[in-house]
Structure formats: C-alpha cells, structure tokens
C-alpha cells in the first residue's frame, strides 16, 4: 500500500498531481452492452440518466460518500471504506478498500434494476497488484447467496475481470495492469454487452436479453453479496447510468470528472439568478445540459407617466425570459438615430430627467438575457410640455413640493422654461408679489390685487420677521373647471401651527393649500421620505423689530434696517411709539398741562381755562363753582363769573381709556381791592 506520496503539480480541472513512492498498478475497466449504435458519444455530464455518481472526493480518510446523481441516493459505507488522498484519478483523492468487509452499499432503488433496456457502469479502478489468494469484487447486484438477473463484476485471483450474470462469466477481460489506473465500462446497447478497458473492447461480446432485476440494500461496491470476496484498491468516478449505452464502439476514455448537468447542478450557469430545472428557463429537463437561457422576448411598445417639462417616466411591459433591459432615445419626431441612455435596467420603467421643454422623442427597448439580446419594441413617441408665458421675475429662487400637485416653480431661473420670465418678489417692506408656476394648477399669484376677499384678514401676502404670513391664489380656481375650489393658500395658521419661515436666506416649513393642493413643503431639509433636495431661497433679509427702532411720532415707528424707506409704521389704536426693542407699548398715565388764562380775576369777570394732555383719550374739568366739561386730549373753556377764589380740577384717563386719574388742581383768584388812606 502506498503511505508517501509528493505533490508535485495542480491541474485547473483535475486537482493536485501526486508522485507516488511505492509502486502500484492502475487500471480503467469499462464493460459495454452493444447493438446497432455505433460510435457513439461520449457523455461528459450527470444527466438525467446518470442515477448514481460517486465522485469520491472529500478531505482524507473522510468516511462520506455522496451520490451526486440528480437521484442523490443514500451510501452506507461499511468496514474501514474510507476517502484516501494517496492515489486519485480526478479530484485529489478516491475511495480505498482494503479486501477486508469494506464496502458501500445502496438503497435498492428501482434505479438499479435494468431491465431489458441499456445501461453503462463504469468507472476508474487502481490495484496494486494483478493477481491475489481471492477473488475481489467491484459491484455486485445479488441477495445473499442468491443467483439470478443481478450484474456482478469481480476481478479475478488470476487478474482478469469478469462480467457475471445468472451465475456464469459472461465477458472475461484481458489481465489488468498493476499499480496503473484503468477505465472500466460495462455498456448494455440492444441487448449486446461489452466490456471496455480504457476505451478498447476486451473480451468478447455478450448476447444479453437479462431482464435485470434489484433487491433490498444493493447494489454493493467494493464487497459480494455476503460481504466477501472484497476488493483491494482505489475506485474514482464510479457511474451508472440507466436507459442508455454511453458507447458502443471503442472511444477516448473521460479526461476529466463527470459534472453534473447544469440543469440540475445547483449552479446559476448563466448568471440570470434563476437555478436548474424548471426554474430557469434555459433549462428544458434536468439533463438538459446547457443552462443558457433562449433568447428573450420583446417588450412592450414604451408608454409614459408624469410628463413634464424635462422629465418623464418611460414604462413598457415585460419581455419573455429578459434577465434586463437597454433603452434607446433620439430628438425629433421622425428621428431614426436611437442611441443607448440605459442598459441593464431590471426595473420596467426610466425615469428620464435633463429633457428640453416641448420637445417630442422617441424611444425603443430591447431585453438581454444570458443567451443574449431580445427583440426591440415597438417605437413609443412623447412631447415634454412646451413652456407657458408668465409675468414679472422676483428675489425668491427655487421649488417647492406638494404631494398632489407636484412641483411648484417660484422663479423663471429656477424653471427650463427659461426664455420666459416671472417670479414671486419680496419688497423691502416685506411685501410679496408677482407669480409661481405649477404644471397642474397654472399660476399661483402673491398680487395684493387678486388676494382680495381671502378667507381671513389680512390678505396680504408678507413677511412678519422672518414669517411669511398671508395668502397666495391659484388664479386657476376662477375657471369653471377648478371643480369648486377656492384657490386659497394659506401662509400661516394653527391647530397645527404651521408657515413658511426664512433662516439664513433658506425658506423651510408649510403652507396650506385645502385638500386640493394639501400641504406644500418649502424645502426638503433631512426628511429621509423626500426623493430630491429642493428648496426655495430668496436674498431678502428680513428686518427684525431692533432695539434702535426710530419713532416718526408719538404712534409711528421705523426700523432702522431699512434707513432708506420711511415706513412710517402706525401702531394699534391706544398703543405709542418706544425707541425700543418693542416699536409700540402701552402707555403709562396720562400726563400734560392744565391753566387758567387769567389766574387773577377781577371780581364778577370769567377767566380761559386750558388743557393739554398727552397719552389720554378723554379728559374732564369741573369747578367749586359748579362749572363742568368732557373733552379729549386738549381744550379751552370759558368760566362763570368768578366772585370769590375757585379751584379747577383736571381728571383724564391713559390711552385705553383706563387708570382716570387728577392730573393737576388749579385756582383762580379775585383782585385785591384797594382802599386809599
């Protein structure tokens, strides 16, 4: 037996070559069952008439055999049969029997009864020597002590191989070579057998009409039927193949291992994510042996979605066993120049962006698959819109989104639309005018004149700080088409709070369009949902209420941020202007000056009083001498007579009409009278 053994080269297909120490005999013995076939070819695959390959590889003294037919039959392995890296013929290692109770045994299945029809067992076989004290069996289809319709092939003391059947040698070979691997076949075709040694006939022809038959537990390899008799040696690739004669004349023997099938290899062969048979297409059957799927279909004729002015989205139905799909556009109505813009698309739509506005193109699509390209469609044709005239251009840049109507443009810079212009417009005043454009609902209007009768003053569109505030109009709700809708877009509001607010030039929140238009997103920010970034900015810097705030006067106010524009900002009914970070507070008591015009009255004459207050809105003035009068901020009033001294009294509320307090006591005097002495 062979223990050393120098690994000397590795074959691509084969595995590693060894150099052995010890001098062995191998041999390749092939038993043929022949009729009228001649020549045929050899069969390199596991096929669906392959129901048992055993590849004998695995890691060294491993005691696993697999059958890695498509049939996949359990091996019971018995004694010290075992996986041995010493001797190969494929693969790097084979399976060694040592003549002692080693063998592998099958499960009976009716794979293994022949019948009347072909069949082909063969397989590589290496001995160390040609002759031995006892026979030595390589496969045997028989019960215990029983003879009968089972195929024995056993090597003999004297070195040659024999086909047994119905207790008789049927096919006796030449004598095999020591230490040297041979290629053994047993080929039944129309009922002759043959027996073949790497390739060449040996022995003479059997007349065979066996009905082979199979029992429990068998076939054995490498033992009798009583478990004697047991072969010394290597055995590697061993097959049987069922319904068929693999040769029936001499041939080259196999160079390389049995693959199995690719349609029942478990390998995606041609890359098309589908395996074997039935799911890939490709394959017919499980021996079918080329997975390569058939050529694909043809698609749909192209149809298109969401058209706008540089976008689309191009569809088409599937195309039969298209693993993907490559996409051709060209310009013009009757363009006929179609150049690639996709391929390996898997989806069954593009989406098309970067198209100019009102321009018709044409598209064709083809599949791909492993076996190659399909078929094209039928040519589909689709104009982008063509661009809509506006009105004035503006500050503000950029898109907005809504998640029913789409895209909202607030700039012709912003829009392919570019030999047009319009625009919305922050003023410095923070008033807003001019349009925005949607492809769905035409223009969208920040014009004081058309936010007239909006659902809540004020109408105005504005900015309040960095808040917008106010209203936009779809002026398209005026159509009798709008289906009933207002076209009002609310800028701001609660319950929730929501609006558009301005930070760093970059607008961000909500406006709200009812359910038509529903909530328009100002800028996508990091909302994971969005599938763009988009946002709408302007270089309008809001002017913030600024503690240097100027008054006009006692009840109008300017910012400061805006030096060059008199604002002239009037602040509510009862509140005054304060240089402070609040332009208009609420005022403290009312304060003034209150007079008599004269004081000093000669006695029986009436004197002018006076008053002149300011943060009030009402005032009276009463006297010890019963006088009485009401009056605003400031007044003049003639008394009674004055006949001895009298007081004046001034009472005023604050500018909200609350806290009525005296403001200032008054007397009027009487002349002296002189007397002369």
């Not at 040694?197 to 537990?217: A, C, R």
């Not at 251009?393 to 047009?420: H, K, R, V, Y």
């Not at 705030?549 to 524009?565: E, F, L, S």
């Amino acid at each position: 037996m062979v223990r050393h053994i120098t690994r000397v080269a590795a074959h691509p297909m084969a595995g590693p070559t060894f150099v052995v120490t010890t001098s062995l005999l191998v041999f390749v013995i092939l038993i043929t069952f022949s009729g009228g076939l001649f020549g045929a070819p050899q069969q390199a695959e596991a096929d669906a008439q392959t129901v048992l390959l055993i590849h004998a590889d695995g890691p060294d003294d491993s005691t696993t055999f697999i059958d890695s037919s498509t049939y996949a039959h359990p091996i019971v392995r018995g004694g010290t049969a075992h996986i041995d890296n010493a001797q190969s013929k494929f693969g790097g290692t084979s399976a060694l029997f040592d003549g002692t109770g080693d063998y592998l045994q099958l499960d009976g299945s009716a794979d293994f009864a022949y019948g009347t029809g072909d069949f082909t067992i063969d397989f590589w076989m290496r001995v160390p020597s040609v002759t031995s004290t006892a026979n030595r069996t390589v496969y045997d289809g028989r019960p215990a002590s029983v003879q009968g319709a089972y195929p024995v092939i056993i090597l003999m003391t004297d070195g040659t191989l024999r086909y047994y059947v119905s207790g008789a040698d049927r096919i006796i070979s030449s004598v095999v070579t020591a230490n040297t691997w041979i290629h053994v076949a047993v080929v039944r075709s129309s009922g002759s057998t043959k027996m073949y040694f790497n390739g060449v006939q040996t022995g003479s022809t059997y007349t065979d009409s066996t009905n082979y038959i199979t029992t429990t537990g068998r076939p054995y390899i490498g033992t009798g039927r009583n478990i004697t008799a047991g072969f010394s040696g290597w055995l590697d690739e061993f097959r049987i193949s069922k319904g068929i004669a693999r040769w029936t004349t001499n041939f080259t023997p196999p160079t390389a291992p049995y693959d199995t099938a690719q349609c029942a290899d478990g390998v995606d062969n041609d890359s098309d994510t589908k395996v074997d048979y039935p799911t890939d297409p490709g394959c017919s059957s499980i021996s079918d042996t080329d997975e390569t799927d058939p050529l694909p279909g043809t698609p749909g004729t192209p149809t298109f979605s969401n058209v706008s002015y540089t976008t689309m989205r191009v569809n088409w139905t599937a195309a039969l066993s298209a693993s993907n799909y490559t996409v051709e556009r060209c310009a013009g109505a009757g363009c006929v120049n179609f150049a690639p813009i996709a391929t390996g698309v898997t989806n069954l739509y593009l989406d098309e962006s970067n198209l100019s506005p009102g321009t018709t193109y044409r598209y064709q699509i083809f599949a791909t698959n492993s076996g190659g390209d399909g078929p094209y469609s039928g040519i589909g044709t689709q104009a982008t819109n063509a661009c809509s005239s506006g009105s004035e251009g503006g500050n503000m840049l950029g898109f907005a989104w809504s998640e029913t109507i789409g895209w909202i443009s607030f700039n012709s810079s912003s829009d392919p639309c570019t030999s047009q212009t319009y625009g919305m417009n922050i003023d410095e005043d923070g008033k807003l005018s001019g349009y925005a454009w949607s492809e769905n609902i035409g223009w969208i209007s920040a014009n004081s004149s058309d936010l007239g009768g909006c659902p809540q003053s004020p109408c105005t569109a504005r900015m309040e700080g960095n808040a917008l505030k106010g209203w936009f109009k779809a002026l398209s709700a005026e159509a009798a088409e709008s289906g009933g809708w207002d076209g009002w877009i609310s800028l701001s509001g609660s319950s929730p709070e929501y609006g558009p607010t301005i930070s760093g030039g970059v607008f961000s929140g909500y406006a709200w369009g009812s359910d038509v238009v529903g909530w328009i997103k100002f800028s996508s920010g990091t909302d994971p949902s969005d599938q763009e970034d988009f946002e709408v900015v302007t270089t309008f810097t809001p002017c913030l209420p600024d503690p240097n705030a100027q008054c006009v006067d006692a009840t109008h106010w300017d910012n400061i941020c805006t030096p060059t524009i008199q604002e002239n900002n009037a602040c509510d009914p009862g509140y005054i202007c304060s240089a402070g970070a609040v332009p208009c507070v609420v005022p403290g008591n009312a304060t003034g000056e209150f007079w008599l015009s004269p004081s000093l009255v000669p006695t029986g004459n009436a004197t002018q009083v006076n008053w002149d207050v300011i943060d009030t809105v009402s005032c009276r003035v009463f006297s010890d001498a019963g006088d009485e009068w009401f009056g605003g901020a400031s007044g003049s009033e003639t008394s009674s007579p004055i006949l001895e001294t009298t007081r004046f009294t001034l009472e005023c509320s604050n500018s909200l009409g609350e806290a009525t307090s005296t403001i200032a006591i008054v007397y009027a005097t009487l002349v002296p009278t002189w007397v002369e002495r």
